[in-house]
């Protein structure tokens, strides 16, 4: 929990970067909301930080969950929440290194499959992921709320 600030500052730092990726998530207007999420991962030891060497401060961490739900399904799947690493700190392997933690910790919890979320436009997590044997399970659409274009007249091709 002593970290609880400076992860809290690398969540709004992740929702600012994903903004560019077209996200709908605010990054400033959801601190709270994030600082009290973050404060339950941390508690129930589902969440793993990358530290500076020489400083200890942190500079990326993940998040994960074993997902549970409504409905009964035929696996036990594991989440990779977040995974985010400070742009300076990046291409060195902190953000491998997350993730093989994330994926040890949910495998250690019995998840069969496990799964994560990115910005469909986001070529380079994307890239980092399908490089480790993630693929796509299921796609997400989305369209403007006024859009129209679902609906043609009769008279147009």
Do not use: C
């Amino acid at each position: 929990m002593d970290d609880l600030d400076a992860l809290v500052d690398l969540w709004v730092a992740l929702v600012a970067d994903q903004r560019a990726h077209g996200t709908h998530l605010l990054a400033e207007a959801n601190r709270a909301t994030a600082r009290d999420v973050l404060s339950q991962y941390i508690a129930t030891d589902r969440a793993v930080v990358a530290r500076t060497l020489r400083t200890d401060a942190p500079v990326g961490f993940a998040m994960y969950h074993v997902e549970t739900g409504l409905y009964d399904e035929d696996v036990d799947r594991g989440v990779v929440d977040n995974v985010y690493v400070e742009s300076d700190q990046r291409e060195r392997g902190i953000g491998s290194a997350l993730l093989d933690a994330a994926e040890g910790a949910l495998r250690d919890a019995g998840a069969d499959v496990l799964s994560i979320s990115v910005m469909a436009d986001n070529d380079r997590a994307r890239a980092l992921y399908e490089e480790r044997g993630y693929r796509p399970q299921r796609h997400v659409l989305e369209k403007p709320g006024e859009s129209d274009t679902h609906t043609r007249k009769a008279d147009e091709p």
